[in-house]
């Protein structure tokens, strides 16, 4: 807690302010329609100062920060506030004073990006940017005919085709929604309640605290969405557990970095990646969480399996039973995110309210369990720690990952309108000489490049921008082709030579990275074949219509993934090792065919 009394003032104004945000993202929710051009820009004026001001160092950066949110949120609210009079201007800036204010958006969309998420993103942005105004002087097809200069800029931010277009509506409506749902649940008991579950569920098998990990990862990972995130909670309490059994570090590191990853891909929430494939597709929520619940939990089965051969390797022992929660510890913390989840899941799928209606109604049940404790006894400052916290943390979460999608629309937008989308998907298919496979792992190596130094979702957004309509050209359904991506998108997670859930882990346990990468990869084989195993057996993602179908073809996997997981881990023989990764292959992919 702040101790001085101006740090004190200083602590409140921002949770008062993140309340503010808070409550306006809530009060969309129930509020009915707010015009887009009126939502969208006071959205980026409020998540501003968290991005640029609030954890910025002392000193220049906070003053310039300070600097940069100010002509932002001016610049936004002019836009909500003439937002009749830009609709009827239809894209198409008048005058140097509404250049300058466009100018003024997309400068401060960049810079906010930047300092949130480093130069990577900001720069193909930036490049994007110089396309769309310079493109005409490129030769060939690759030029454009070229766009006026305030036709283009003003389709980037006074109409519905750039920064204010339909992905930063999903941050706005339903991601903001999740990821405050997310912080007030982490803010109470919810997190030890996932560990005491995690514990009770498998602290006693061998190689228990490794399980332990993975099941706590699962859980926490998808509602945080972020695999750095889950690695630095998760692995805070997992990696010295591992540590004090006497696990090898570069195994204990691998084991979180790689459960840690799985969290994005983890039904019911999946971080935001999956509300943004419902706007990209236009498949209901409900379907994208069924078709990727097989997949998904594929995945943490591999992970399961090559933890049993790592502990038959290193004969490594369970959580002691003096150490595992007791029942009633173990009942009474998973109440605190059971309830919420039982709220979410059953307005969701049970009554059919609409994904961010459900969340609020989850946040409120969430909010109230702020006011208990697992020895129930009320305790004010911790209730109001635990207040602050929650709006703190969902402010600054809403910021990074709104400043992450207005960035992406920027890419977006260009590539719709100077038609370079299209152009990028006739050479991937022109290189793949119009097969569906060679396309795949084009697609696949552009994922992995782009994940390693852009995040998951704008990595997903821009990749599934250029190549997925290559790819359902080529006969994949939508939903198959964007999970596809979304799964590539996470490979750099774990891959070398820019893996951030590894580095995150080893660092935290001591450990060489590059020998955290590689025991990562060989336990997150799942991540790098799955998504070419729903490719060749489509069936696996037709759980909600076709659930005998979709079984058959995930057991299928299941025994593939087991081949291979033994193959790589527990058979340390080239031949052996080959031929058990051969047949897990031939399973896999043969299996389409029987």
């Known amino acids: 807690m702040p101790s001085s009394p101006f740090e004190r003032v200083r602590t409140g104004a921002w949770i008062a302010f993140a309340l503010l945000l808070v409550a306006f993202h809530l009060g969309l929710v129930f509020s009915g329609l707010v015009a887009n051009l009126v939502s969208r820009p006071l959205h980026m004026a409020l998540i501003l100062p968290f991005a640029l001001v609030y954890s910025a160092k002392p000193g220049w950066q906070r003053w310039t920060g300070a600097v940069i949110a100010a002509v932002g949120i001016a610049a936004a609210l002019w836009v909500a506030l003439n937002n009749q009079r830009l609709g009827d201007q239809y894209g198409f800036l008048e005058g140097p004073a509404q250049i300058a204010i466009a100018v003024a958006l997309l400068g401060v969309v960049l810079e906010t990006a930047r300092r949130a998420i480093g130069w ?73 309640g996932f560990m005491n579950l995690a514990s009770a569920a498998a602290g006693r098998l061998k190689g228990g605290a490794a399980k332990v990990s993975v099941l706590s990862s699962a859980l926490f990972g998808s509602i945080s969405g972020s695999a750095s995130a889950n690695v630095a909670s998760t692995g805070a309490v997992t990696l010295p557990a591992m540590t004090r059994l006497g696990y090898p570090k570069r195994l204990a590191a691998a084991v979180e970095a790689v459960a840690s990853s799985g969290g994005q891909i983890m039904p019911p929430l999946m971080g935001a990646g999956a ?135 920027i890419v977006v937008g260009v590539l719709s309108i100077t038609g370079l989308g299209v152009k990028i998907t006739s050479l991937i298919l022109e290189g793949s000489g119009g097969y569906l496979w060679p396309s795949l792992l084009l697609t696949a190596l552009a994922c992995l490049v782009l ?7 704008a990595a997903y957004v821009i990749c599934v921008s250029v190549a997925g309509p290559a790819l359902m050209k080529l006969g994949l359904e939508p939903l198959q082709a964007h999970l596809f991506v979304f799964w590539y998108a996470i490979l750099s997670t774990i891959t070398p030579p820019v893996c951030g859930a590894v580095f995150i882990a080893a660092g935290m346990i001591g450990e060489n990275w590059l020998k955290v990468a590689l025991t990562a990869m060989a336990l997150g084989v799942g991540l790098y074949v799955i998504p070419l195993g729903m490719i060749a057996n489509p ?34 023989r080239p031949v052996p090792t080959a031929l058990a990764c051969l047949a897990g292959l031939a399973v896999i992919f043969a299996g389409a065919w029987f």
């Open 539 to 572: 069936a696996l993602i037709e759980l909600s219509s076709e659930p005998l179908a979709a079984l058959w073809a995930a057991l299928r996997i299941a025994v593939g993934l087991g081949f291979l997981s033994w193959g790589l881990i527990a058979v340390r």
């Open 275 to 409: 509300f943004v494939m419902v706007e990209l597709t236009g498949v209901p929520y409900s379907d994208i969480v069924a078709a990727a619940l097989l997949p998904a939990l594929l995945y943490f089965l591999a992970v399961w399996l090559g933890i049993n051969a790592y502990a038959r390797r290193f004969e490594l022992r369970g959580i002691e039973a003096a150490d595992r929660p007791r029942s009633r510890d173990v009942i009474v913390t998973s109440m605190f995110f059971l309830v919420p989840f039982a709220i979410l899941l059953g307005a969701m799928f049970g009554i059919g309210f609409t994904p961010e209606y459900a969340a609020a109604l989850a946040i409120l049940a969430a909010a109230v369990l702020l006011l208990f404790n697992a020895e129930f006894t009320f305790a004010p400052a911790q209730i109001a720690s635990r207040v602050g916290s929650a709006l703190l943390n969902a402010a600054a979460q809403v910021a990074m990952i709104a400043s992450i999608i207005l960035c992406a629309s």
């Open 451 to 457: 994940g390693m130094e852009v995040p998951t979702t």
């Open 120 to 192: 990577p993103l900001p720069l193909v942005a930036f490049a994007a940017l110089l396309y769309g105004l310079f493109g005409q002087y490129i030769p060939g097809e690759f030029g454009h005919s070229g766009t006026p200069l305030a036709s283009f800029l003003g389709t980037l931010t006074i109409a519905e085709g750039g920064i204010w277009g339909s992905l930063t509506g999903v941050s706005v409506n339903v991601v903001a929604v999740f990821v405050i749902f997310g912080a007030v649940l982490n803010a109470g008991e919810a997190g030890l």
